[in-house]
């Protein structure tokens, strides 16, 4: 009997050694002194990071568009406004939606693009020869095989958000960026907003002292637009998956200040979300079902390895104000958008030459004088040139002209990107790993380092001219 115990006992052991090496279920994850720790792939021999990378010069950028429905379509349109580019093809799953898309090419005179549509139009279009961009602006489930199937195809890439929807999908970026050298850039807008590239550059010449901790947020009632998402996609899948599934929008900008991968990165994080109300009520009248796996209210707290935090929120179900949350918490100063925009700084901060700071106070927001002098005396440089020209073509307000006409501007003069494909990793990572630490009772997650330990060789953001 002692044997017999003995060997269970050993076994049982092992079954525990092994469950906490190779993750729960088959999870891409182990469990490592009560970390999750995910599992990150040995890269191909010969492979190269993408830091500061820049291609060489493209004197007219040839785009293909995949993707045609709510954000494609705009998109076709802003790029009619830039220069140096062609738009060479555009492919939807609905050839009306082509067809659409080309009478808006003619209305402006451009040359007809070339039409595929159909399963597997955008592979045709990723197989032509005379393409130097591709443009993806697909259902998320979509975009990491499009992205690398493009890139693989000699292909730059820029993909909406979130660029990819799993820990080992954002590697599949990394890795196959790196290996055929091409760009990978994740379609952020929200790092153009006029206040967010205002407040980045104040932050980068010193105005806020150290930067400790940042708050970004989607918080944005869809109720009005679940039935535009073609199949019901965008529902089926939060129904799907728990966990803060669309970060990008308030992350992008909190890494950008914080310097992640340029100095710092982010080292773990823990999440928790309230049970799903609106959301199973919801699926239950659209789709008929009675789980839904995202909960109404995620939150998720995040540490870097220089000891700054940022906190995230995901709502996309209660009925509350479009809320990014946007906030800049330093040493010397504080910034704010969301509900009400503004900027507090100690008095030294500001030179009295400048500002009329007699009776400014840290304890409140600097008057709306103040405030909109520091926003013209900081306007960010990529912006003050452009600035009126987004802001006649559109796009949120001009933010998405001013993405897409920076990212030309890189690609036609030879500059590295404003956001790289470690931007595009980081940003999407934070659904899968939100969600494990929520199915793990908020037990922290190591976020992975999708530099392989080279996010210091970079000091700094900057952003090429």
């Known amino acids: 009997m002692k044997r017999i115990f003995a060997f269970a006992t050993i076994c049982a052991v092992a079954c525990v050694m092994l469950a906490s090496c190779c993750g729960d279920g088959g999870k891409n994850y182990r469990i490592v002194n009560g970390t999750i720790v995910f599992n990150e792939p040995k890269p191909a021999p010969g492979q190269q990071d993408m830091l500061a990378f820049a291609a060489d010069?493209?004197?007219?950028?040839?785009?293909g568009f995949i993707g045609l429905g709510m954000r494609g379509a705009d998109a076709v349109v802003r790029f009619t406004n830039i220069d140096n580019v062609e738009i060479k093809a555009l492919c939807d799953l609905l050839p009306e939606r082509v067809e659409k898309s080309q009478k808006k090419l003619a209305a402006r005179n451009f040359p007809e693009a070339d039409g595929y549509w159909g399963e597997e139009g955008w592979k045709e279009l990723c197989q032509r020869d005379d393409i130097d961009l591709v443009y993806i602006c697909t259902p998320w489930q979509n975009h990491v095989e499009m992205s690398v199937y493009a890139m693989e195809h000699g292909k730059h890439v820029a993909v909406e958000v979130p660029a990819a929807q799993s820990v080992e999908e954002c590697w599949q970026l990394v890795d196959t960026s790196e290996r055929t050298r091409k760009h990978c850039m994740m379609l952020e807008n929200c790092v153009y907003d006029f206040f967010e590239i205002t407040t980045l550059n104040m932050a980068q010449q010193?105005?806020?002292g150290e930067i400790l901790h940042t708050e970004g947020a989607y918080i944005h009632n869809l109720e009005p637009f679940w039935?535009?998402?073609?199949?019901?996609?965008?529902l089926e899948f939060n129904q799907q998956h728990k966990g803060d599934v669309y970060a990008t929008h308030g992350f992008g900008p909190d890494c950008q200040l914080l310097n992640i991968h340029r100095g710092d990165k982010l080292d773990y994080l823990v999440a928790m979300d309230t049970k799903s109300t609106v959301g199973l009520k919801t699926a239950q009248e659209k789709m008929g079902v009675d789980e839904f796996a995202n909960g109404d209210q995620t939150s998720t707290l995040?540490?870097?390895e220089n000891g700054k935090t940022i906190l995230l929120q995901h709502n996309v179900y209660t009925p509350r104000p479009y809320d990014r949350m946007y906030q800049v918490v330093g040493t010397r100063g504080f910034a704010q958008k969301y509900p009400v925009s503004g900027y507090a700084f100690e008095k030294t901060q500001l030179t009295a030459e400048d500002f009329d700071h007699e009776n400014l106070s840290s304890h409140s927001f600097v008057?709306?004088?103040?405030?909109?002098?520091l926003m013209q005396t900081y306007k960010h440089p990529i912006v003050r040139d452009i600035e009126e020209?987004?802001?006649?073509v559109g796009g949120h307000g001009g933010m998405d002209f001013i993405m897409d006409y920076r990212l030309v501007y890189c690609l036609h003069n030879g500059l590295p990107l404003?956001?790289?494909?470690y931007d595009a990793a980081e940003w999407s990572c934070i659904g899968e790993l939100s969600a494990a630490s929520i199915e793990n009772g908020s037990m922290p997650v190591k976020v992975p380092d999708f530099t392989r330990g080279r996010w210091q060789k970079l000091d700094g953001l900057k952003f090429a001219e």
């Open 367 to 373: 008057p709306r004088d103040i405030k909109e002098k």
């Open 57 to 63: 010069p493209i004197e007219t950028v040839r785009v």
């Open 418 to 421: 404003d956001q790289d494909v």
């Open 227 to 234: 039935d535009m998402y073609q199949g019901n996609w965008r």
């Open 302 to 304: 995040i540490r870097t």
């Open 206 to 208: 010193g105005l806020f």
């Open 389 to 392: 020209k987004a802001k006649s």
